[in-house]
């Protein structure tokens, strides 16, 4: 069985020290597979390439994924077993106080991700920067880029 999963979104997928895949859905994935004695294998890596694998019908699982009716069209999923919030970030002085402040703003968002599908489907602003991971969406912003991280 072939498991992939984002190579960057601690404290769920992340790869470690040791350079190995890990993080609380890693740990679930492991418990589970063991429990059921499934071999399985998990390999990490950038999020847009894991969720093409998964769709395309390369690899058998994610070891997460965030839920929305149109991911439901192409994959199954399973219950899930956490609540997670998204955040806007902003530099110090911005007007931007809700989601709908972002309209026409330069949005940094980690491609492919939950976030960026929810922008393209509701039309929030033709300004968006998709990046590999959300800590080049905050690195970006720390540096004065853009108007606002999504992630």
């Known amino acids: 069985m072939a498991a992939r999963g984002d190579s960057y979104y601690p404290p769920f997928e992340f790869i470690n020290d040791q350079g190995e ?7 679930l ?6 429990v059921m004695g499934l071999e399985a294998e998990i390999d990490l890596g950038p999020w847009t390439e894991v969720r093409n694998d998964l769709e ?5 699982l994610l070891v997460g994924m965030f839920y929305s009716e149109g991911r439901d069209q192409l994959v199954d999923f399973s219950t899930p077993h956490s609540i997670i919030s998204h955040t806007i970030f902003i530099p110090r002085g911005s007007p931007i106080a809700s989601v709908e402040d972002i309209r026409g703003k330069e949005i940094l968002v980690q491609e492919g991700d939950i976030v960026h599908d929810y922008l393209i489907e509701n039309h929030l602003t033709d300004f968006l920067i998709p990046v590999v991971d959300q800590r080049e969406a905050l690195k970006l912003l720390n540096r004065g880029y853009h108007d606002a991280a999504f992630v």
């Open 56 to 60: 395309s019908g390369r690899i058998d």
């Open 29 to 34: 994935f492991r418990a589970v597979a063991e």
């Open 21 to 27: 895949p890990d993080g609380f859905n890693v740990e």
